[in-house]
């Protein structure tokens, strides 16, 4: 099975990488699919995110990172994915979530959503926190891998 995990990852966090992982013990593949957001400014251009996300899973068989813009369910489409895999830390991310999956259900009805729930260690990690932290010279390296606690000290250092 191949499942697209979709997201911003602005910055890839530990959260996003325990979620890859646990998504290639159930799936076998997993396809970390960047969303351009190109109303958006986001804090790391495409290009760098794609790196911090191929440096840090290079080690690990089944892992494809893509770019794509515009719908989930044709990005998953275009690249022969089973299903969109998503995570949920606490119920603040869950009616969002359920709002996508609706909407991408109703645009393609093939596509489910499973959602695998965080590893509670991970469940206060999100892209912002970790820049706030950061942004105020906190100590991130037990937050996200090393490449992307590099880029975040050079950027707000
Ligand atoms: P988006 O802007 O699409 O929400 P994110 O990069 O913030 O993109 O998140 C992508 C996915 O990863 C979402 O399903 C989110 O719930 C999940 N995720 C983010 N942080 C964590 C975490 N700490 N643990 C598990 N899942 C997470």
Do not use: W
């Given at each position: 099975m191949k499942a697209l995990y979709p997201g911003s990852f602005d910055p890839l966090t530990f959260g996003h990488l325990d979620l890859i992982n646990r998504g290639l013990d159930l799936f076998g593949e997993v396809i970390v699919a960047v969303l351009e957001h190109p109303e958006k400014s986001p804090t790391f251009d495409l290009e760098t995110r794609l790196k911090q996300i191929r440096e840090s899973t290079n080690?690990?068989?089944?892992v494809k990172v893509i770019s794509f813009e515009g719908l989930t369910v044709k990005c998953a489409k275009e690249n022969k994915a089973n299903l969109i895999l998503r995570g949920l830390r606490a119920m603040s991310d869950f009616e969002y979530e359920l709002q996508i999956a609706h909407t991408n259900r109703s645009l393609e009805a093939c596509y489910e959503t499973v959602f695998l729930v965080t590893a509670a260690h991970h469940s206060f990690l999100s892209s912002s926190v970790v820049k706030e932290v950061a942004r105020f010279e906190g100590k991130i390296s037990h937050m996200v891998p090393e490449i992307v606690a590099k880029d975040l000290r050079r950027l707000f250092n």
């Amino acid at each position: 099975m191949k499942a697209l995990y979709p997201g911003s990852f602005d910055p890839l966090t530990f959260g996003h990488l325990d979620l890859i992982n646990r998504g290639l013990d159930l799936f076998g593949e997993v396809i970390v699919a960047v969303l351009e957001h190109p109303e958006k400014s986001p804090t790391f251009d495409l290009e760098t995110r794609l790196k911090q996300i191929r440096e840090s899973t290079n080690h690990l068989d089944g892992v494809k990172v893509i770019s794509f813009e515009g719908l989930t369910v044709k990005c998953a489409k275009e690249n022969k994915a089973n299903l969109i895999l998503r995570g949920l830390r606490a119920m603040s991310d869950f009616e969002y979530e359920l709002q996508i999956a609706h909407t991408n259900r109703s645009l393609e009805a093939c596509y489910e959503t499973v959602f695998l729930v965080t590893a509670a260690h991970h469940s206060f990690l999100s892209s912002s926190v970790v820049k706030e932290v950061a942004r105020f010279e906190g100590k991130i390296s037990h937050m996200v891998p090393e490449i992307v606690a590099k880029d975040l000290r050079r950027l707000f250092n």
